[in-house]
């Protein structure tokens, strides 16, 4: 029974949040604004030869969803509505909703008689209900049992209100109180100028189900359509496209802070258009909604708030302004003067938006969604995510054409022509003076006045106090702050982590340990953040944002900052600030030693309301404030907690928050403070500690020139961690949350991380100050005895006597290498008890045993040693990672088992793909095909008995590799077809893999390359990598693969 709910009980593995979804799209559009039969017919053909990119179930009878949108077909319904006694009047004059009630009886004739109240409260005549005809008989039993009872209502315009907009905005009012007095009805449109009809349906099936759309009376100048492959397994007639104004392809990666951001907003918000109104229509956003759905809300929002529909597009989808030397001043003006108010919703998309007036058309940024179009000499446009979607006559084609990356188009049926990208953002870029406005009230941060202070400097044993306060290792000193403040990068260092899970160590790790990085695989694509830096942006803007709904000067009354990571300078001179507009203060986020952490935590909360309404529009959370007395709020857990105040009082967007904190020195820290809702980080203690580099000879460099190399290092790497989710903008990551939790109890998620995936509880806010306590009693002895302030090595990067255990260690390298060499088994079985042992207290795995019943199993019933090996396989690692040697001993032992041996995406010698002379296999059964394509050839494909595609790399996904030219030699520059002593790329992305259907494009090539080859997809373990791997299940059932391949950390 169908049934919408606004909140997704908690399941033990599925989330909605977890949801992807790649989709075909397309539309035809009558240029001059003639409706015809032929507009919808077109559109229609569209969708239905958009099979390749809809989804559908095992049995191939349910679809994942399929619809269309066009202007009301007044013809049509004039026709229809009569002998029910309906007088709709003439066009436009009356709104039509689209509703999918629940097929309970009691339920739907509740919902109805509350809509026809709410329509008549609000001023409006209510003159029907309509059963719109249906074949359920074509859909597949799935779609059948969730299908909701469909039904149309129209509504009457007031004759005092115009047509358009003005009684759109009516009906939207009616929609949003009806949405929040009924909580089991979906309204799927309701306007006077558009329709939608849609559902769970192939995409063949559109048109035989709904009676309507076969009626040659049905006609629009406008036709959106929609097919969805999505990798959620539960059906949804309401997550179908189209929405109310705009269809998607492809996911926005930053929702979670665009939504936090649009419900804060609310406080700020002001339209005349909807003066006295506004509580009617809020919240913006529904929370349970998919991203495409909460863009559509927003976007709604905006234009029924007095804005174009084209512009709300605009600055949320903006093109990438900052990098782009050959854009035109007022046009960057224009984007900079949107981008203080409004951060930019982030990800491969392609849209198509229309209002019933418009049909329009975007890529985002990076162009990772294909459209194309063309204009035919009958005044059509029709526009799909791939050519080829109807046959045209070419010699009727008039222009053949693709959208851009970050470009626009749009038709505009009222005026009957199409606008072209340049000239629609140069209208908008030239209606105010947005130049002068930026350049009267923008603060630039490089031009504050630095005040006649003196920057704090730690002495040496304080410096040392306040390092072992915070939990600093020898090691991150050595490793991480000195390689960064030395040459302005990240130290480069062996991947794969042999250490135990934070939760798991003896050693006290910082809680941003327990929080792992997200990545783009498969349904987005990660992007590569070095060759693609013209898209990218680090600016940020601090300060109370201004009223999106209204062009005034004042708007743009905010900071810019370049680099969100502050030298001690930049921080005083934001702390003097004297500027209209601005107030600054600073919050301590310390606490008395032996007191409760949350109570601290709650009394934060308390004086930040105390700050807001004292006009502080910037606070400053700072643990300078350490010493005997106080202990410092963990610096994570402090900026989340805030933030998630922030955005629950509806504060968030009035107040912005700087920390000023001694703990963060490695990029992750950084990356998890910015993520959770930090504007920007002032790292005083890292900083500091490189003038103890410089003193103690290890560094030979300018302190200054240091400080902002590492600075610079940190930004670049917290660049390259959001491109691994396909986020080019450090304002869209800020606050986006795109990070999972290992080892974190739920009441402390719950409470200070909510949204945040945390599948392993652990630690409770108790065992967070415990440990805040145990550090600052290295640092201040209680009993006031002398304190041993030497960093000590913890043994994160390095096996350390005493320090963090490692599965590979001296121990257990010599067993191994000793048996190896000399051939002895009992050794080697040493050597395996030794690792088995050990693996129980350093991994999630290790602490699980198996059950194994009381009375055994009769050995008839056990498998034998030799079946058991056949399933045995390595893990890829290619040649020039490992040795020849080693990359064929490996080939040769699985062989032997009849197991297999990965080749790794390095390709392998042709000498090895057929037994040797000596009757040696050295050939690996297991062949991957990864991003850079490296020794992939036919005679490569067809060795294979398994042919794995490598979507992300398990050490580091979404960063891709390069091997240095040096290490091209020739012998591997000839494995892999490339040129010796030059550089090998392993872009981030696949480039010919952008979404679902594209990794069945690829499944299906190999599978004709190798017809007898089982096709895998390597993805990279995390929190909902099972939607997506269900999608890659769709995309081989469609490429003819088999099997997917998971590798991760932890597990």
Request: charged letters at 25%; aromatic letters at 8%.
């Amino acid at each position: 029974m169908f049934d919408v709910k606004r909140t997704q009980p908690d399941a033990p593995l599925y989330r909605p949040e977890f949801e992807h979804d790649n989709c075909g799209i397309g539309a035809c559009v009558n240029i001059k604004g003639k409706k015809s039969r032929a507009t919808v017919e077109n559109a229609l053909k569209i969708v239905e030869n958009l099979e390749h990119r809809a989804g559908k179930d095992a049995e191939g009878k349910t679809g994942d969803g399929v619809g269309i949108l066009t202007q009301i077909p007044h013809k049509f319904f004039k026709k229809v509505t009569a002998p029910l006694g309906i007088s709709i009047g003439e066009d436009r004059e009356y709104g039509v909703g689209m509703f999918f009630f629940p097929q309970d009886e009691l339920q739907k004739n509740q919902a109805k008689k509350m809509f026809e109240i709410i329509v008549e409260k609000e001023g409006l005549e209510f003159l029907g209900w309509r059963e719109v005809p249906t074949d359920p008989s074509v859909l597949g039993h799935k779609a059948v049992e969730c299908m909701p009872h469909i039904m149309q209502a129209f509504v009457k315009k007031p004759a005092n209100v115009e047509k358009g907009i003005a009684f759109d905005r009516m009906l939207y009012i009616v929609r949003r109180v009806f949405e929040q007095s009924s909580d089991n009805t979906y309204v799927v449109s309701l306007s006077s100028r558009t329709i939608v009809y849609k559902g769970m349906f192939l995409v063949g099936q559109l048109r035989t189900f709904f009676g309507d759309l076969q009626d040659k009376d049905y006609e629009s100048a406008i036709a959106v359509v929609h097919s969805r492959f999505s990798t959620n397994t539960n059906p949804s007639w309401e997550r179908a496209h189209p929405n109310r104004f705009i269809v998607h392809n492809g996911e926005i990666n930053t929702i979670r802070g665009n939504a936090d951001k649009m419900l804060a907003r609310e406080e700020n918000m002001e339209s005349e258009h909807l003066h006295g109104l506004l509580h009617k229509v809020l919240p913006v956003v529904n929370a349970s909604g998919s991203d495409s759905a909460m863009l559509d809300n927003t976007l709604e929002f905006l234009v029924m708030s007095g804005m174009d529909l084209p512009l709300a597009v605009m600055i949320t989808i903006p093109e990438p302004w900052a990098n782009n030397k050959t854009m035109s001043q007022h046009k960057r003006d224009f984007y900079q003067y949107y981008a203080t108010m409004m951060e930019p919703w982030d990800g491969p998309a392609s849209i198509l938006f229309s209002d019933g007036d418009i049909l329009g058309a975007v890529l985002d940024r990076n162009g990772l969604r294909p459209s194309r179009y063309m204009i035919t000499d009958d005044d059509q446009l029709i526009l799909s995510s791939e050519v080829g979607v109807l046959d045209i006559d070419p010699s009727k084609i008039l222009l053949k054409e693709r959208l851009h990356p970050g470009k626009m188009l749009l038709v505009d049926t009222v005026q009957g022509r199409v606008i072209d990208d340049d000239e629609l953002k140069e209208t908008y870029a030239s209606r105010q003076p947005y130049g002068e406005w930026l350049d009267s009230n923008l603060v630039h941060l490089k031009d504050l006045k630095i005040p006649n202070e003196r920057v704090p400097e730690f002495t040496y044993e304080e410096r040392q106090r306040m390092q072992k306060a915070f939990g600093y290792a020898y090691e991150e000193l050595k490793a991480s702050i000195l390689p960064m403040a030395q040459n302005g990068t990240e130290a480069i260092a062996a991947m794969g982590v042999d250490t135990p899970i934070p939760v798991l160590s003896k050693t006290k790790h910082p809680l941003f340990h327990y929080f792992k990085q997200l990545f783009a695989q498969v349904t987005n694509p990660p992007i590569d953040a070095i060759r693609e830096e013209v898209v990218t942006s680090t600016t940020v803007y601090i300060g109370t944002d201004g009223n999106i709904l209204e062009e005034i000067p004042k708007n743009c009354n905010v900071l810019q900052v370049n680099n969100p990571i502050l030298t001690n300078t930049d921080l005083m001179k934001i702390k003097s600030m004297k500027a209209d507009g601005f107030k600054v203060e600073v919050i301590p986020i310390t606490y008395y030693k032996n007191t409760s952490l949350e109570k601290a935590i709650d009394r934060l909360f308390v004086e930040v309301d105390r700050a807001y309404r004292d006009g502080v529009n910037i606070m400053i959370l700072s643990d300078r404030g350490v010493d005997e007395n106080h202990v410092a709020i963990p610096s994570l857990l402090a900026v989340s907690a805030l933030n998630q105040h922030l955005v629950v009082t509806k504060k968030k967007t009035s107040v912005a928050l700087i920390l000023e904190s001694g703990e963060p020195r490695e990029v992750h820290h950084f990356a998890t403070l910015l993520g959770y809702g930090a504007c920007a980080i002032n790292p005083y203690l890292a900083q500091d500690s490189i003038r103890e580099l410089i003193d103690n000879h290890m560094l030979d460099k300018d302190y200054y020139a240091a400080v902002e190399d590492y600075n610079n290092a940190i930004l670049h790497g917290i660049v390259k961690i959001a491109s691994k989710m396909g986020i080019s903008t450090i304002q869209s990551y800020e606050g986006s949350q795109i990070f999972e939790a290992i080892g974190i109890d739920k009441d402390v998620i719950n409470k200070y991380f909510p949204h945040t995936v945390c599948r392993v509880g652990g630690i409770t806010i108790k065992d967070i100050e415990k440990q805040v306590d145990e550090l600052h009693s290295q640092a201040f002895d209680p009993l006031g005895l002398a304190n041993d302030l030497t960093l000590n090595s913890l043994g994160h990067h390095k096996m350390r006597s005493g320090a963090d255990e490692h599965l590979y260690n001296p121990a257990t390298i010599h067993l191994l290498q000793e048996a190896t060499r000399r051939g002895d088994y009992e050794l080697f079985k040493q050597y395996t008890a030794l690792v088995n042992d050990e693996e129980s207290v350093k991994n999630l795995r290790g602490l699980m045993d198996f059950q194994y019943p009381k009375k055994g199993v009769p050995i008839e019933e056990v498998e034998s040693v030799e079946s058991i090996v056949t399933r045995f396989k390595t893990g890829a690692m290619s040649y020039g990672s490992i040795s020849k040697e080693a990359h064929e001993t490996l080939a040769i032992a699985m062989n032997r088992l009849h197991g297999r041996s990965n080749s790794g995406e390095g390709g392998e010698d042709y000498d090895r793909l057929t037994v040797g002379p000596d009757g040696v296999n050295r050939c690996s059964a297991i062949k991957q095909v990864a991003s850079g394509r490296f020794g992939v050839t036919s005679r490569y494909l067809v060795s294979a008995d398994e042919i794995q595609i490598k979507m992300a790399q398990g050490a580091k996904p979404g960063e891709g590799g390069h091997l240095p030219g040096g290490k091209v030699y020739p012998w591997i520059a000839k494995t892999r077809h490339s040129t010796p002593g030059v550089g090998l790329i392993s872009p981030p992305p696949h480039h010919d893999i952008y979404s679902i259907e594209d990794l069945a494009e690829l499944i299906y090539d190999l599978k004709n390359a190798n017809t007898r080859a089982r096709i895998s997809v390597k993805l990279v373990s995390e929190a909902g990598v099972g939607t997506v791997a269900a999608g890659g299940a769709k995309a081989r059932r469609c490429g003819k693969g088999r099997g997917t391949g998971h590798s991760g950390f932890g597990i």
